[in-house]
């Protein structure tokens, strides 16, 4: 039997807390509730997963500028840093796109000549290019 989840309730404790109950999820599927093993197991899942706040960072090395960083955010935006541009990109919402596509942002402040895809790097994008 496949769990195929409709609705997610979330279940306040003893006390009628919710807060307290986070990972405590109810899943309802077709008019039966989903036992609360399943339901804390993907709450834990969904939880572990929300409250990620780290994001990964990537050096690499390039030809003419010699360092650069890739920063992926848990939201899914990704920021690539040089000592002369910075590109980002964002998670692309449109109902059609497949999962993971992610599509440029434009810039006001761009640099000449690339179509408002690149500006150059702040001071404290520098820094993290630097660290390394």
Same mark, same amino acid.
């Given at each position: 039997?496949?769990?195929?989840?409709?609705?997610?309730?979330?279940?306040?404790?003893?006390?009628?807390?919710?807060?307290?109950?986070?990972?405590?999820?109810?899943?309802?599927?077709?008019?039966?509730?989903?036992?609360?093993?399943?339901?804390?197991?993907?709450?834990?899942?969904?939880?572990?997963?929300?409250?990620?706040?780290?994001?990964?960072?990537?050096?690499? $090395? !390039?030809? /003419?500028?010699?360092?650069?960083?890739?920063?992926?955010?848990?939201? +899914?935006?990704?920021?690539?840093? #040089? *000592? %002369?541009?910075?590109?980002?990109?964002?998670?692309?919402?449109?109902?059609?796109?497949?999962?993971? $596509? !992610?599509? /440029?942002?434009?810039?006001?402040?761009?640099?000449?000549?690339?179509? +408002?895809?690149?500006?150059?790097? #702040? *001071? %404290?994008?520098?820094?993290?290019?630097?660290?390394?």
């Amino acid at each position: 039997m496949g769990l195929h989840a409709s609705a997610a309730v979330i279940a306040p404790d003893a006390h009628g807390d919710i807060n307290s109950a986070m990972g405590r999820v109810a899943v309802i599927n077709a008019g039966e509730t989903a036992g609360f093993a399943a339901g804390e197991a993907l709450g834990a899942a969904v939880g572990a997963a929300r409250f990620t706040k780290h994001a990964k960072y990537t050096y690499r $090395t !390039i030809r /003419k500028d010699g360092t650069g960083l890739r920063i992926e955010y848990p939201n +899914g935006n990704i920021k690539d840093i #040089t *000592s %002369k541009r910075v590109k980002e990109y964002v998670p692309n919402t449109h109902p059609k796109a497949p999962p993971g $596509t !992610i599509q /440029k942002v434009q810039f006001n402040n761009a640099l000449p000549g690339t179509k +408002g895809y690149k500006r150059p790097p #702040t *001071s %404290k994008e520098i820094k993290q290019l630097k660290k390394r």
